[in-house]
């Protein structure tokens, strides 16, 4: 089992629509947790990083902490054709899924 | 606008050559990390340091690689001698220790190495 798992899409969604990533870790002392977006050919980008169970909103994007159900989530609502992209989870140790890819069709 | 910087961008070698990799971190910033991203693997950890001195460097193949940071402002990666199997993007980031001691980190822009 990876450390951090992410489904690897692709996933399609239409412009206006909510997005949803998920992720699912297995080191119950997990502590903080990072999302990165990565367009092709270039670098990750920090979009969010949540440290305690529950949800925080920056924008039009949600992310959700269940550390019981050890589980990671983002949302990104009102989803654009620019937020296609790679969107990759972390964990506080730098253990990186393999990255989910997003396709917001217009 | 503060960013990582990375040089060479691009660098094409051939099999058992030595390759060079430079970093330049975000001033301020006192952990530098070193990645590799391949479509098989993923992004993966090499090896980190903070305040110059090197943390975990467990994700490396420690028989043909090697990390240093000579001062704060220089990080280097080195592979010696390469194969084609060392061919991926190489990143590097940057960041301070913050809350539950983690890390955000900054990516430079990459070097993609091809060895043949």
């Known amino acids: 089992q990876k450390e951090v798992e992410q489904n690897s899409g692709p996933l399609s969604v239409p412009e206006g629509a909510i997005a949803s990533l998920n992720c699912t870790y297995s080191?119950?002392?997990?502590?903080?947790f990072f999302w990165y977006r990565q367009y092709s050919g270039k670098s990750p980008e920090l979009i969010m990083s949540?440290?305690?169970?529950g949800d925080k909103e920056d924008g039009r994007f949600t992310a959700q902490l269940n550390k019981a159900s050890q589980y990671v989530s983002l949302l990104i609502r009102d989803s654009q054709p620019s937020d296609s992209a790679t969107y990759l989870c972390?964990?506080?140790?730098?253990?990186f899924g393999a990255g989910t890819r997003l396709t917001v069709k217009p | 606008d503060a960013r990582v910087t990375q040089t060479p961008r691009h660098k094409v070698t051939e099999m058992g050559q030595e390759v060079t990799m430079r970093c330049q971190p975000i001033?301020?910033?006192?952990?530098v990390f070193w990645y590799r991203q391949t479509m098989m693997q993923g992004l993966e950890l090499l090896a980190y340091?903070?305040?110059?001195?090197?943390?975990?460097d467990s994700g490396m193949p420690k028989d043909r690689f090697s990390a240093e940071m000579p001062d704060a402002t220089l990080a280097t990666l080195k592979i010696q001698p390469s194969e084609p199997r060392d061919s991926a993007v190489y990143f590097c980031?940057?960041?301070?220790?913050?809350?539950?001691?983690?890390?955000?980190?900054?990516f430079g822009p990459g070097t993609r190495l091809t060895v043949t």
């Open positions: 340091f903070r305040n110059r001195a090197p943390l975990d």
């Open positions: 972390a964990r506080g140790d730098m253990r």
């Open positions: 080191d119950r002392g997990s502590q903080s």
């Open positions: 001033l301020g910033h006192n952990t």
């Open positions: 980031a940057s960041g301070s220790v913050g809350i539950a001691g983690a890390y955000e980190q900054y």
């Open positions: 949540i440290y305690s169970n």
